[in-house]
T-cell receptor, first 117, second 113 residues
């Protein structure tokens, strides 16, 4: 069964500093990986995804993520954090299409990012 | 605005009430999902509809009953709920296929008294 772990409940970073939000995964084959962000009282918004190809994926709002197959990780990064980046971040994984019975995503427990001015 | 709308945004209901949550997507997608988001717990997948057919039911109690009349609309009918069912209920949609991300609505905050 596929699973996702986000080891940090909360990450604190000062505005202007680089940020990293960690994610590790477990799947039976090659993974499809996603990052979503949730602002207060809102649904989840798609940030970026890794399907295949370049290990560094660029997404919305200046975020990027690095796929590392040997470490089974997909950490979210941003070179310079903004106060407005403060939100809840979710990593998600989906098994490749051979597993046709499982169409939805498996989400991590979420990491709250707090960017201090 | 993601193109997925949910109504109502907030709902308070007693344990004996019957209510329905509505989701509508304007993205031309053909798969729709219900998720439950509780405090301090990962998102829980409840139901998946693909091409208006239910393809996944994640051991959800029968007091939750989904309905997908067409590819743009998804309902979650609620009856005789329990206080522990209080949560944020999120609807999502996508194109059928593993490569496509899901787009989420803003959610319905449900409180069961």
């Amino acid at each position: 069964a596929q699973s996702v772990a986000q080891p940090e409940d909360q990450v604190n970073v000062a505005e202007g500093n680089p940020l990293t939000v960690k994610c590790t995964y477990s799947v039976s084959g090659n993974p499809y990986l996603f990052w979503y962000v949730q602002y207060p009282n809102r649904g989840l918004q798609f940030l970026l995804k890794y399907i295949t190809g370049d290990n560094l994926v660029k997404g919305s709002y200046g975020f990027e993520a690095e796929f590392n197959k040997s470490q089974t990780s997909f950490h979210l990064k941003k070179p310079s954090a903004l106060v407005s980046d403060s939100a809840l971040y979710f990593c998600a994984v989906r098994d490749p299409p051979m597993d046709t019975g499982r169409r939805a995503l498996t989400f991590g427990s979420g990491t709250r990012l707090q960017v201090q001015p | 605005e993601t193109g997925v709308t949910q109504t109502p945004r907030h709902l308070v209901m007693g344990m004996t009430n019957k209510k329905s949550l509505k989701c509508e997507q304007h993205l031309g997608h053909n798969a729709m999902y219900w998720y439950k988001q509780s405090a301090k717990k990962p998102l829980e997948l409840m139901f998946v509809y693909s091409l208006e057919e239910r393809v996944e039911n994640n051991s959800v109690p029968s007091r939750f009953s989904p309905e997908c009349p067409n590819s743009s609309h998804l309902f979650l009918h609620l009856h005789t709920l329990q206080p522990e069912d209080s949560a944020l209920y999120l609807c999502a949609s996508s194109l059928e296929g593993a490569l496509d991300e899901q787009y989420f609505g803003p959610g319905t905050r449900l409180t069961v008294t």
